[in-house]
Each structure stands twice: as C-alpha cells, then as structure tokens.
C-alpha cells in the first residue's frame, strides 16, 4: 500500500496503481470491506464511489481527454476487496489509439 494518497476522506481512498497501463491510472478503493461489486448494497456509497471517480478523473486533466473505469467482479479480481481502476487519457481526443 503507497504511503501517500491521491486523495482520501473517511470512507474512500485513491492512490496510483503499481502496474500502471495508461499515463495516469489510478484505484479508487472503499475502506469498509466489500469484496465483489455484487455485494456492494449500500447506495450511499456507491454514490460516493462514482462522485470521487469523477472527482479525481477532473482533478488529473482527464475531462475532455477521455478516461476508462474498469472493476472486476465475479470471481475475476485478483485482489479480494473492492476496487476501481480509473485509466486516462483514452481515445482519440487524447492523442492515443483507442
């Protein structure tokens, strides 16, 4: 786990991923334990997922440039906790192949 976090409140926290695939990829990770995207229930933070994904995607220059969230559920993450990859930038816009 980094050190230091690209952003973190009490239920979220968002660092660079190890393996990066695209300029800037980075998780964006819930504290409380869920371990598959079916098992997350609770609204509010689903919510709060999508608004610090867009947060973020704003705050790194991907508006406009295209960006990519992937997660992985159903048995095809390798990490047993909750996370989403948000990669950019995507696309034509950008200046990359698709």
Known sequence: MPKEFTYEDSEIMVFPDIN????????????????????LTDDGLKSKI?????????DQ???GKGFRVVVNGGG???????HFHLMGPMGMKAGWGA
Do not use: R, Y
């Open 20 to 39: 990066p695939v695209k300029p800037l990829h980075f998780l964006v990770v819930p504290k409380k334990h869920v371990s598959d995207l079916l098992e």
């Open 50 to 58: 999508l608004d610090t994904v867009g947060k973020i995607a704003k």
């Open 61 to 63: 220059g991907l508006d």
């Open 76 to 82: 095809a993450q390798v990490i047993d906790h909750l």
